[in-house]
């Protein structure tokens, strides 16, 4: 039964908030066409329930620089003073209110991320897919970009479990507030989230990390 309900919330929800924040959004768009010019909105395909792809609509916070070679350079050195801004308040984020209207997404529920995470995820981790993605999720009221990416999926799944309308009341006004502090926005010391490489692959990755590090230490007590 509450899922029906819930996808008449969503409805109701997401058409309020367009209409409501309609001038802000108008102001977010301007900003970014007058920074980076066109396009606007960022468009990408990812999974959706069950891993159904859908196009993700986001406001760009990324220029399309490239080096040398042609490659697109760091998500670091292409992430603008404003799309860190837009990042860092979620207002990149509102143009999805657009994939909940049209039924990709639900206000809350996991994020929506990677097409290649799917073939990664174990069968456990796979299960965030059980629902429909959200903006804003159980993960992201408990670190957002701070947290692991298996503490994330964990808490995804949890959500899956456990999700009603009460939790999802809960989930939406920790978010507001959560978004006026700016907390959980980026793991330590870097701009973005860094890959899911899938998990025996993150644990080495993890391992040549530490030994590179312990092999810079030493260098520098040299």
């Not at 992201?140 to 309308?165: C, H, P, T």
């Amino acid at each position: 039964m509450y899922p029906v309900i819930k996808r008449c919330i969503d409805v109701v929800a997401a058409g309020l908030g367009l209409l409501v924040l309609s001038p802000i959004l108008a102001v977010v768009a301007i900003a970014i066409w007058w920074e980076m010019e066109r396009p606007v909105i960022f468009k990408q395909i990812r999974p959706g329930l069950n891993g159904q792809p859908f196009f993700i609509y986001k406001y760009r916070t990324m220029t399309d620089e490239r080096d040398d070679s042609g490659l697109l350079l760091p998500d670091d050195k292409r992430l603008t003073k404003l799309g860190k801004f837009l990042r860092s308040t979620s207002l990149d984020e509102f143009p999805e209110l657009l994939n909940v209207l049209m039924g990709d997404m639900s206000l809350v529920g996991p994020r929506p991320l990677l097409m290649q995470y799917l073939e990664r995820y174990t069968p456990e981790q796979a299960r965030r897919h059980d629902v429909k993605p959200g903006i804003t999720g159980w993960a992201q009221i408990n670190g957002r970009n701070a947290i692991s990416w298996e503490e994330k999926f964990a808490l995804d799944v949890w959500y899956v479990d456990n999700y009603s309308l009460w939790l999802d009341v809960k989930i939406l006004a920790i978010t507001i507030g959560k978004v006026f502090q700016r907390e959980g926005i980026s793991a330590q010391g870097v701009a973005t989230m860094p890959e899911f490489m899938g998990n025996y692959t993150q644990e080495l990755y993890s391992v040549q990390q530490g030994v590179l590090q312990a092999a810079a230490a030493e260098d520098n007590n040299r």
